[in-house]
């Protein structure tokens, strides 16, 4: 198992492979056929995968997934209605000046 040291901190008696610190933010998998990289200054504390070969970055709430059309597929709701989820969805669209504010100064808390 990978984590956070914030993860391990609440997984208390878990056994980890391997834990990212702010002092350790990289890692390479395999024969360097996956990399990792922690960014500790995310508030979520963000890890990301990259697999090389195919150039395919793995992320879990790094980006948000807007709509939600996956987790809504099995009821009768429309995932594209509602005034936050559109809110949401133009706020993280690529290069909207709101997409990068939350970067910035929402989702970032390690600022220097």
Known sequence: MIGSDALTAKAKGQ???FVFTSD?????FGENEVKAHYFPGHRF???LFL????????NADAAENLPSRE???????DPT???MTKLLC????PNNWL???AVQYVFTVDKG
């Open 99 to 101: 997409h990068n504010f």
């Open 24 to 28: 350790v933010i990289d890692r390479a």
């Open 71 to 77: 987790a809504f597929s099995k009821t009768s709701l």
């Open 90 to 93: 133009k706020m993280f669209s």
């Open 45 to 47: 504390k963000e890890i």
């Open 81 to 83: 209605t509602g005034f």
């Open 51 to 58: 697999h090389v070969p195919s150039g395919s970055i793995f």
């Open 15 to 17: 056994k980890f492979d």
